[in-house]
């Protein structure tokens, strides 16, 4: 069911600080920040040859990540994002396999325009998994 | 400096039932457990279009993840791995701009019979960052 990865999300106390860490200490293309409202953070896209590293930091007052920040204060991995084709048939085989979804259980739209679902951190070793049909 | 990220490792109290959510669950392509006694850890490669998902389980006394998987009781995400071409020139390039290498300094062999070096989280957004000369 699971296609490739595609990013993995990291979230940071200081947005800046950690691009430039990734642009200078790793040399990696970095983009510009670009606020997701919607989503409730600023992201920086690293680009990788083979994937991307997103850089989430809070964005408003009630961000999905300011939780997270507040028991992680120095910031940290917080969900890997894998691709499916059919995100509907994905859930409900998911939800078959007792797998639990997040929220209300419908797709919502993610930071790249397109459906995704969250997956309960609990039913996968401790990880929060996002799904993103593509 | 950074080319592709070769893998995400996650620490998992069950190896056995990680790998059945990632067959069955999440319908990914998974190995066989493997023992790596060197690197103190059993693995599970979930083999995806573009990357690979670790899922490490403690091997003998001295095990890297047990501390991590004694404070994160259902498992999470311990590391990503990142790929370089000269190992040495890039330990030499992050120390000179004040990233800090964990243990001595020097690349040891890792899981897949190259060389690696570990990254302080500290200095990474609380990230734990693997660099394997490819």
Do not use: W
Not at 12 to 37: C, F, N
Not at 53 to 80: C, D, Q, R, W
Not at 82 to 109: C, M, N
């Amino acid at each position: 069911m699971i296609g490739r990865l595609n990013h993995v999300a990291i979230a940071v106390p200081d947005l800046e600080a950690a691009a430039t860490v990734y642009k200078d200490t790793l040399g990696a293309t970095v983009s510009a920040p670009q606020d997701e409202p919607d989503n409730g953070v600023t992201v920086v896209f690293v680009e990788l040859d083979n994937t991307k590293i997103e850089l989430l930091y809070p964005l408003g007052e009630n961000s999905p990540i300011a939780g997270f920040l507040a028991k992680n204060t120095s910031g940290g991995m917080h969900h890997v994002c894998y691709e499916v084709e059919d995100i509907i048939a994905a859930r409900d085989q998911l939800v078959e396999k007792g797998a639990r979804i997040l929220g209300d259980g419908e797709p919502k739209i993610g930071a790249h325009k397109k459906p995704v679902l969250f997956l309960h951190p609990k039913d996968f070793s401790g990880t929060l998994v996002e799904l993103e049909q593509v």
